[in-house]
């Protein structure tokens, strides 16, 4: 990405919880068909609002609006390093959250589904994969790797705030 881009600010919460088995688990979002993330695996988040009061607002305001999940129902345990895009321009701060789960209240403009990840499931070598991927924007192919999540591929922005941070929570490095 080119240095001179001016970046958008945006904000996404990374959402975690152990289940009733004490299994830690990650909630994800698939995107709405349309828009440049369309049909692509992220965390709920967005662009910062200038009434937004922080970057963490922007994360717990769009958390609300996109699957429901209120701010009373989060503890944040830590902001993440920043992730910029590759291809579209985005400066992503995200927050690991630990979550009280509740029946989603999905936003069907933004969200196509919430998907609830196993993460020692989703750690398994067969879970992560490469491939070489092309874009106009991009001068060359990449070598791309991604988390399978389905019949999806968890890439991008999304898979580079996860990747490191997955095996540190499996290590509990945070009270979830």
Excluded at 19 to 30: F, S
Excluded at 41 to 46: A, D, E, L, R, Y
Excluded at 105 to 122: M, N, Q, T
Excluded at 138 to 143: F, K, S, V
Aim: charged content about 25%; glycine content about 8%.
């Amino acid at each position: 990405m080119s240095r001179s881009l001016t970046l958008i600010n945006s904000a996404v919460l990374v959402p975690v919880y152990r289940d009733v088995n004490e299994r830690l688990r990650l909630v994800c979002i698939r995107r709405s068909s349309g828009g440049i993330h369309g049909g692509e695996i992220s965390f709920p988040g967005g662009k910062y609002d200038p009434d937004d009061d922080s970057l963490l607002a922007t994360a717990l305001r769009e958390s609300e609006e996109e699957i429901g999940l209120g701010a009373d129902r989060i503890r944040i345990l830590t902001e993440l390093p920043p992730v910029e895009t590759r291809s579209t321009g985005f400066r992503i701060f995200p927050f690991l959250g630990a979550i009280m789960p509740l029946k989603w209240v999905v936003d069907r403009r933004e969200v196509a589904e919430v998907i609830d990840l196993d993460l020692e499931s989703l750690a398994e070598p067969t879970m992560y994969g490469e491939e070489v991927r092309r874009y106009d924007h991009w001068p060359a192919p990449r070598l791309t790797p991604f988390y399978r999540v389905g019949g999806f591929k968890l890439w991008g922005a999304s898979f580079r705030i996860l990747h490191p941070l997955l095996p540190r929570i499996l290590a509990n490095e945070w009270q979830i």
